[in-house]
């Protein structure tokens, strides 16, 4: 189990790095430029100077600052213009054309956005959405992949029912502790009640020492933390849920909470609130339609998915799902900014 996994993650990597060489050079010939679309909205989550770590299953959500100022020189040199993400669909209502727009933002509101990603953006003037989740900042809900990564790293071993009796999973090499972090990803995202998950893993992780909350109250901003950030007139801050679940998955009433109470929590600490949205985890299996019109009767002007694309005048016809590109921690060369802003990747997926 432990080799097949990580086989499926090397030839994975090989076939995407394959994948944005090729997208990099069709761009440097000119190939499928309408691929490029009028734009792009970047999403970001750690930004931090990197720690080797020998189990890192979470470097995919981490970039350097340095590789984020590259970013920025990259598609300025391309000659994005760069907006706040609430004005990207009035922005591209009146672009010329050739004009290109981009958008960043950052989900979970981790402190290190606002100690390494933002003196890189108010450096190159370019605006930003921080995506805040009250739970985290308010020190209410753990993270749990963050919770499960610290777990995972300390436990010799860890016995845990994931529903038809315990098993034991051993955990002494890097690729057992990636086996077990799939398992128990999957153990979440499938499980009835996705809260109810985490509280089993949460319970496991204080049996080994591990404080779910601590780990919240290291990485998260707090309240201060983002009343001193909004100050800045290039940050924003976004709704991101109260607890981070899968809206797909819940209710209407609990969905529609869980959106609106976000944003009132915002609006008290910051005293606005917020017109942007992240869906948590934002993939099809995570969000529905329904959450599309949650976004638009709760008055968001622009909710965000994870799901990769550019944007186009129609990108607009539903404000309420709009792609997203990820700066992955795992590709950190400018080249491949590039490839993904020409929207080649993304062209050549669905084909």
């Known amino acids: 189990m432990p080799i097949r996994s990580v086989m499926r993650q090397g030839l994975k990597r090989a076939v995407i790095t394959g994948g944005l060489e090729v997208a990099h050079l069709a761009e440097r010939a000119g190939l499928m430029a309408s691929a490029r679309g009028m734009g792009a909205i970047f999403t970001l989550h750690h930004v931090r100077p990197k720690m080797p770590q020998v189990f890192d299953p979470n470097a995919h959500l981490e970039i350097t600052p340095e590789f984020l100022d590259a970013a920025i020189g990259h598609l300025t040199e391309e000659g994005y213009q760069f907006v706040p993400l609430a004005d990207m669909p009035a922005r591209l209502a009146i672009a010329r054309p050739g004009e290109r727009f981009a958008a960043f933002t950052l989900d979970d509101g981790y402190r290190n956005n606002a100690v390494h990603a ?27 992949w963050e919770t499960l990564t610290e777990l995972l790293r300390v436990a010799p071993h860890l016995d845990f029912d994931f529903g ?33 998950a985490i509280e089993r893993l949460d319970a496991s992780a204080r049996a080994h020492g591990v404080d779910p909350l601590m780990i919240t109250e290291r ?16 940050a924003t801050i976004g709704a991101h849920t109260v607890s981070h679940r899968a809206l797909a998955r819940l209710s209407d009433a609990e969905a529609r909470r869980e959106m609106d109470e976000s944003a009132e929590r915002i609006a008290a600490i910051t005293g606005r609130r917020p017109d942007t949205f992240a869906y948590p985890y934002g993939n099809r299996a995570a969000v529905s339609p329904r959450e599309h019109q949650l976004a638009k009767d709760l008055g968001f002007r622009v909710a965000v998915l994870t799901d990769p694309g550019t944007l186009s005048a129609r990108s607009f016809d539903t404000p309420a799902a ?9 590709y950190q060369k400018p080249k491949y900014v590039g490839a993904l802003a020409s929207g080649i990747p993304f062209r050549l997926m669905r084909h």
């Open 322 to 330: 709009l792609p997203r590109i990820s700066l992955n921690g795992l």
């Open 219 to 234: 990485l998260v901003m707090r309240e201060p933390e983002l009343k001193s950030l909004v100050l800045n007139p290039f």
């Open 164 to 196: 038809s009796g315990a098993v034991t999973l051993p955990l002494a090499t890097p690729f057992q502790k990636q086996a077990a972090y799939e398992r128990f990803a999957q153990f979440i995202h499938t499980h009835a009640e996705e809260s109810a």
């Open 118 to 144: 933002q003196p890189v953006f108010t450096r190159h003037k370019v605006p930003f959405t921080v995506f805040v989740a009250p739970g985290f900042a308010c020190k209410t809900h753990g993270i749990w």
